[in-house]
């Protein structure tokens, strides 16, 4: 492989190859106009359940299953792949064309919120729930929160591109990110041996936040990287992954918007929680 050798002022010639090279581009706004639906809820989020995604479609489902109906939302598909997150509605909500996004409809102002960490806290904020109040509870939330949002780009938009979607495989590159990787997974791991969940006793939005990205990864659904970085070493991070998967409301948060995988843990949209239960009969009759 020659060597680069960067100019003096770069400039967008050409697509750089690898899966999401059609969408890449170095300037924002929206691309086309587009429309996005609306449904008969207050809360409307457009999205993928990617792993950002994930986390907010999880939170939802968490704060209904606490008995929180206000928390009803519906849901729609933001189809990364084709440019969908470039339409001029959707650029409107989120001006860094990036899922997730959420219209607040429930009250006189309507609410945009984007950025996962920021609609966490949001929802976290206005139902009460999965933030404790305390001072140094609360810090230690945040600071684990803020830790998966500063952290994430390495893993997803550093290992994960290089391992999983370049168009080529640059040893380097692969090296460089797979060990930052695995320095974090250590760190969860660390704070896993002293503490139930990452904030202490109780389960908040950090690891809401977190699991997503770590916990999927350590299950070896995420790059199939698993054998790679050998996740099975993490055992306190196994631990709380298997934990966390095991709830209910996470279980529904993953298939919310999921377009990629198995038929039957599919939800392209979802409007209510009867979407679920139509899911789960397919699934029994399939």
């Given at each position: 492989?020659?060597?680069?050798?960067?100019?003096?002022?770069?400039?967008?010639?050409?697509?750089?190859?690898?899966?999401?090279?059609?969408?890449?581009?170095?300037?924002?706004?929206?691309?086309?106009?587009?429309?996005?639906?609306?449904g008969e809820h207050p809360l409307q989020l457009y999205?993928?359940?990617?792993?950002?995604?994930?986390?907010?479609?999880?939170?939802?489902?968490?704060?209904?299953?606490?008995?929180?109906?206000?928390?009803?939302?519906?849901?729609?598909?933001?189809?990364?792949?084709?440019?969908?997150?470039?339409?001029?509605?959707?650029?409107?909500?989120?001006?860094?064309?990036?899922?997730?996004?959420?219209?607040?409809?429930?009250?006189?102002?309507?609410?945009?919120?984007?950025?996962?960490?920021?609609?966490?806290?949001?929802?976290?904020?206005?139902?009460?729930?999965?933030?404790?109040?305390?001072?140094?509870?609360?810090?230690?939330?945040?600071?684990?929160?803020?830790?998966?949002?500063?952290?994430?780009?390495?893993?997803?938009?550093?290992?994960?591109?290089?391992?999983?979607?370049?168009?080529?495989?640059?040893?380097?590159?692969?090296?460089?990110?797979?060990?930052?990787?695995?320095?974090?997974?250590?760190?969860?791991?660390?704070?896993?041996?002293?503490?139930?969940?990452?904030?202490?006793?109780?389960?908040?939005?950090?690891?809401?936040?977190?699991?997503?990205?770590?916990?999927?990864?350590?299950?070896?659904?995420?790059?199939?990287?698993?054998?790679?970085?050998?996740?099975?070493?993490?055992?306190?991070?196994?631990?709380?992954?298997?934990?966390?998967?095991?709830?209910?409301?996470?279980?529904?948060?993953?298939?919310?918007?999921?377009?990629?995988?198995?038929?039957?843990?599919?939800?392209?949209?979802?409007?209510?929680?009867?979407?679920?239960?139509?899911?789960?009969?397919?699934?029994?009759?399939?």
């Amino acid at each position: 492989m020659s060597e680069y050798t960067p100019p003096k002022v770069w400039k967008w010639e050409s697509e750089n190859g690898g899966e999401f090279a059609s969408t890449n581009r170095p300037v924002a706004g929206p691309t086309h106009d587009a429309k996005l639906p609306r449904g008969e809820h207050p809360l409307q989020l457009y999205s993928l359940a990617t792993p950002n995604g994930v986390k907010v479609t999880v939170m939802l489902e968490e704060l209904l299953a606490r008995g929180h109906s206000g928390a009803e939302y519906d849901a729609y598909v933001i189809d990364i792949r084709t440019g969908a997150q470039f339409g001029s509605d959707f650029v409107d909500i989120n001006p860094n064309s990036k899922i997730p996004a959420l219209m607040d409809y429930s009250s006189p102002t309507p609410t945009r919120i984007f950025e996962s960490g920021a609609i966490l806290m949001y929802l976290a904020e206005k139902f009460g729930e999965f933030l404790p109040s305390d001072g140094a509870a609360r810090a230690e939330t945040l600071s684990w929160l803020f830790w998966q949002m500063g952290s994430a780009p390495y893993l997803g938009g550093g290992f994960g591109h290089f391992y999983a979607y370049a168009p080529m495989k640059i040893e380097y590159c692969i090296d460089r990110f797979a060990m930052e990787t695995k320095r974090q997974l250590d760190v969860l791991d660390r704070r896993l041996a002293e503490s139930a969940y990452l904030a202490g006793d109780d389960y908040t939005i950090a690891d809401i936040a977190v699991w997503p990205w770590y916990g999927v990864l350590t299950q070896g659904k995420l790059y199939n990287a698993g054998e790679f970085l050998d996740v099975e070493s993490y055992k306190n991070v196994r631990r709380w992954t298997e934990e966390i998967a095991g709830r209910e409301a996470v279980k529904r948060g993953r298939m919310v918007n999921r377009i990629h995988g198995e038929p039957s843990e599919q939800l392209h949209e979802r409007h209510d929680a009867a979407d679920f239960d139509t899911k789960t009969q397919d699934k029994v009759q399939g």
